[in-house]
């Protein structure tokens, strides 16, 4: 087919399309733009787009203003952030921060990625600061910072020069330079650390002349010449510092308390007469001086210009003492007391209710040896010059007193006196007593016996030998004619005074007989009628004088356990008593008249009468009975020796009490080679006699009640005691001298 050229036509709207051109000659979105440089094929719309956004991507993209003092528009996180793009460019048009950081006119910030809304950190910008200073002043909170900032507390700022606040980082009174007067000299090789050195030799002066000298001109250049009439009078002095804790005024006596470090330096508190710890006195402070503050303090010469009246608020005169004061300062009182230590420090110079006055100081340091002695009191010779406290001297009206401060006599003693040697006077008299009673030894007087002439002799009279005495001598009884010795049923006879003169052996005398019984005479219980005991009987047959039979020795047994017995009520004659016990819960004990005499009665609570608690033996009583009154058995006892001194009836207050009887502790003779066999009736203990060590011996025990041992230590070693059984107990000896035993028990085998 031909082709034909056409030169100019007219193309049919739609009739070309993409899709009817030949497709090598259009390039697509695909292929870019990038990778067809020619002038023979035709892009697309999408391939220019794409080429396009491709070459822009990154590059700056101008927006606007940024207010960054209100953080418009809102890009950093003091708000919700805008979306911005890669390349977006703001500048700054108001000072302020951007994410914190100081931003200023002319600044310019540039995104560096993509940020969608609310999002974005200070990390996602580049600032471009183009209007910098190079230094600023301010605080933390305030401070614009430029390349460098600088606190206005310290440093000033001024057109970008930096300068030091003198008087603030730099004291006012900083020595900046050196300058190197006469005879020194300066080296300023290091400025920073200049050395000050004597240029010149030192300079020996020689003083001459008499009354002192007065020195004048600076170093080197000394004008020394002789003081003059009138001249100003020197002092010594001390150099100190106050470690008191507080200020201490011109004139206030100082002690040491240390020094400082290793310096000449003394450190020094206020002294004070009352506290040996503070005394003595170093001197007068020179001058007032704070805490930690130094200073002088004179301890000889003159102290000048000072208040002197007036002085503990006493005028003084010239030439009065001054001491140091109890509690601290200065007095011109001496102290007083065991406890106020003396030291003068000064005499008075001129007296000046002004600050004109003067005090000569004079201090020795130390306080007298001897302290203060209290009125009518003397030193106990021994180291520690102790005040006695025995001794009292009333010089004025010539009195001692012994243990005594207020002595009434010219000796008043306090407590006994006891004297190895003669006491003489002219008369004795008892406290309160007259000069015409006789002193007894025992303390008392007699004013009958008192001796108003001296005795001149002692005779001896009936009956005595050694008289008559005119010195000395001895009285004594006279012999009779009785033999001494003993005898059996003794006539005697006896003189007016007192004196056996007569004595030989009588015939037997005294009761022979007893309801038909000679000899010592035993009561039985059936020397009592046998029926109840009755009040009047009490105090008639059956008196608490009723001599105790003897009693077997052994354990208490209870008579009736676990049955209650109460006091009822008591009585009493003056012969004797009574007391009622009461067996409650219809109990019987079917006592007969006196089957209790010798038991034991142990009562608690309270008195029955005129008798405490405790336990007592029974003396008598009467049978049991049947209290109508209660429908209970009661019985009454009559107690020995104890006797009811209430003669007075009483109920008692149902005291608790308990009936008891010693029975005899069985024996067993280990010597006996016999089985010992025992059936208790009560509650027992058994003793051992006759063992040796080693020895073994067989008991064969029964009875339903307690068994015990008396002697030494018994150890048991199996078994234990059944009281419903046969017990057989073996007993081994397995030390004689300390008494020590084993013991097995068993039963036999059901």
Partial sequence: MATTKVSKGLIKDGAVTIEKLNSALVVTGAEGIVNNDNDITVPTSAAVKNYVDSSVVGGLIYQGAYDAATNTPVLDSRGTQVSVNQGWTYTVTVNGTFYGETVKVGDVLIAETDLTGGTGALTDWTTVQSNIDLATAGTDATAVRGLAGFDTDNFTVVNGFVNLKVGDIIPSNIVQSIVAGTGIAVDNTDPKNPIVTNDAPDQIVAITGSGGAIVTGTYPNFD???????ATATSVRAAVKNTSGGTLVKGTPVYITGTVGATETLEVAAADAGDPLKMPALGLLLTDLTNEGFGFAVTGGLLINITTDPIDGVTPIVDDTVYIKVGGGLTTVKPTGVTGLIQNIARVGKVSG???????????????????????????????????????????????????????????????????????????????????????????????????????????????????????????????????????????????????????????????SFNNRTGAITFLASDIPNDAITQPKLGTEFTTSIVMPSLPAGPLVDLYPGQMMIVLSYYGTANGSGIKLIFPGGFDPNLAVNQLVGATFTFTGANIGSIPAG???????????????????????????????????????????????????????????????????????????????????????????????????????AGTYDGTASNLIQVICVDDITPTFWVTISQPQV
């Fill in 224 to 230: 020394v010449s002789a003081a003059t009439a009138g």
């Fill in 354 to 512: 002004g600050t004109a006055g003067s005090l000569v100081v004079s201090s020795i340091l130390r306080t007298n040896d001897v302290p203060n002695l209290a009125e009518g009191r003397i030193w106990v010779g021994d180291s520690n010059t102790t005040t006695s406290t025995v001794v009292y001297l009333d010089e004025i009206n010539n009195r001692l007193g012994l243990n005594n401060i207020v002595p009434a006599e010219a000796l008043d003693i306090t407590g006994n006196v006891l004297a190895s040697g003669t006491l003489q006077g002219s008369s004795i008299i008892k406290t309160g007593g007259t000069s015409v009673e006789f002193l007894k030894a025992d303390g008392s007087v007699d004013s009958n016996t008192y001796l108003t002439t001296a005795v001149t002799s002692i005779i001896a009279g009936t009956g005595l030998t050694g008289g008559t005495i005119t010195t000395t001598g001895t009285i004594a009884l006279a012999d009779t004619a009785v033999t001494a010795g003993a005898y059996t049923n003794a006539n005697i006879t006896v003189d007016q005074q007192g004196r056996i003169t007569l004595a030989s052996n009588g015939a037997a005398g005294g009761v022979t």
């Fill in 615 to 717: 336990s007592y033996i029974i003396g008598s009583n009467g049978a049991s009975f049947e209290d109508p009154d209660f429908f209970d058995f009661a019985v009454e006892i009559a107690l020995n020796p104890t006797e009811q001194t209430n003669v007075n009836d009483g109920s008692g207050s149902n005291q608790t009490s308990t009936l008891s009887q010693a029975v005899p502790s069985p024996t067993v003779d280990f010597s006996s080679a016999q089985v010992f066999t025992k059936t208790l009736t009560a509650n027992e203990n058994i003793a051992f006699t006759n063992y040796t060590t080693g020895a073994v011996k067989d008991l064969v025990v029964t009875g339903d009640f307690t068994l015990g041992f008396t002697t030494g230590t018994v150890n048991i070693a």
